[in-house]
């Protein structure tokens, strides 16, 4: 293994959390007694240019050619996308002139704001079922893997994009200079790129191993993400701290040649990663025992409703789940099934540990005495969802970044 952005050899083992199988990788029923691939899930960092990775053992095109995950069925995050485009359309000046591409725009949760300003747009998604659904909603969507080719070919018959939008996809590339440099054939010359990703930061300080999947092929501090862009000749002119997945950047950068000096608040962010030291080796040791305990934890806590002889089912059947399911070795024994509001994956089972997905009403049915919720990320959406299950004193419980158990009691109505 070299790493993605230097080539260099020089890589450390930061976290291994085992071999686990493709975490969007749903089965039916009928495949539940047929074997399942499973690959290392083995984090290292590149010791010269201090970028996280891991194996590229599967291929974009195994992952999201049909994907599991829509982005629309999180409520918090549609409007996510739409306070960025509203602040966008205001911070650019864009308009009916402008011309704004989404790279992995997946069902058209951030592109259908820009469709309702009256704005050019593009998606370009990989996912056929994913894509479709984007195109329902009105949102022109090309079928298509982003690299240099295809943006040259868009580029051509669209002409050149003010804005490109990459939400959580630079991390899901195992050919990182390619794909940068594809970001940077969309973009006009004076034209804008927003990034959003995992901070890197989160993951080293908080332990989130629970973000590392196969599909997600490296893990971004401010440092490294530049290191990346400037492969293309984007420079990164404006990092934002925002709380998505568990706390994420927006990194805006532009052409070199239309960069101005980078906004303070780079400068206050790589402050912050070097106080946590992580602009060097010493500050991502010690990640692997913080991991093991915040699993014993939660194993101990699930031992003990199992103990005392009380229900424990699951909350969502997100891709974070199934790497924290299957690290922790988690089985029906202990949740004894998920429920999600996705229906793709209703009456389908978790890779790896195989519980059953139902629909959300089944617990209203059940009625169980504990809900461990997997999309932690979304606390305060999904307590209120959930608020209901206060009426029969059903415990919520979020096992990270710390596992704890929400007293419905104390939450706003």
């Known amino acids: 293994m070299h790493c993605r952005v230097c080539e260099s050899d020089r890589l450390l083992s930061v976290l291994d959390l085992g071999a686990t199988p493709p975490c969007e990788l749903f089965l039916e029923a009928d495949a539940l007694d047929e074997a399942e691939q499973t690959f290392p899930l083995h984090l290292r960092l590149c010791e010269n240019c201090l970028l996280l990775q891991i194996p590229a053992l599967i291929t974009p095109v195994e992952t999201f050619t049909e994907y599991a995950y829509f982005s629309s069925f999180s409520d918090s995050w549609v409007e996510h996308a739409r306070t960025f485009v509203s602040g966008a359309v205001e911070k650019l000046d864009l308009g009916p002139e402008s011309f704004v591409v989404e790279v992995a725009s997946n069902d058209g949760y951030l592109l259908r704001h820009v469709v309702d300003a009256g704005i050019p747009c593009l998606g ?161 040791v010690g990640l692997q025992d913080r991991v093991e305990r915040l699993r014993h934890d939660l194993l101990r806590f699930l031992l003990d409703c199992r103990a005392a002889g009380k229900r424990v089912v699951g909350y969502g059947a997100p891709g974070k789940g199934n790497t924290l399911l299957n690290y922790c070795g988690i089985r029906p024994d202990l949740v004894e099934y998920l429920v999600d509001r996705n229906p793709y994956k209703h009456g389908k ?31 305060a959406e999904i307590t209120a969802q959930l608020a209901y299950t206060a009426e029969w004193d059903a415990q919520l419980v979020y096992p990270m970044p710390q596992l704890h158990v929400v007293d419905q009691a104390k939450v706003e109505k």
């Not at 690299?147 to 996809?169: I, Y």
């Not at 990034?195 to 490296?218: K, R, S």
């Not at 519980?355 to 089944?362: A, I, K």
Request: charged letters at 20%.
């Open 124 to 284: 370009i998604e990989p996912s056929v079922n994913v894509g479709a659904a984007a195109v329902e909603r009105g949102v022109p969507t090309l079928t298509a893997f982003l690299d240099e080719a295809t943006a040259l070919e868009v580029r051509r018959q669209h002409g050149p994009a003010n804005l490109v939008v990459a939400n959580n996809v630079y991390a899901h590339v195992p050919d990182l200079l390619g794909f940068t440099k594809g970001l940077r054939a969309l973009l006009a010359d004076d034209g804008w790129l927003s990034i959003e990703v995992h901070h890197a930061l989160n993951l080293v300080a908080l332990a989130q191993f629970d973000t590392i999947y196969h599909e997600h092929f490296q893990y971004y501090t401010v440092a490294a993400a530049a290191t990346a862009l400037a492969t293309a000749g984007l420079t990164l002119v404006d990092v934002e701290l925002v709380e998505t997945h568990g706390g994420s950047i927006r990194l805006w950068a532009r052409p070199e040649a239309a960069a101005t000096d980078p906004h303070p608040r780079v400068a206050e962010v790589l402050a912050l990663e070097a106080a946590a030291g992580l602009h060097d080796v010493a500050g991502y």
């Open 349 to 379: 089972f978790t890779p790896g540990t195989r519980l059953p997905v139902h629909q959300v009403d089944r617990l209203d049915k059940d009625r169980p005495d504990v809900i461990v919720v997997l999309p932690w990320n979304l606390e």
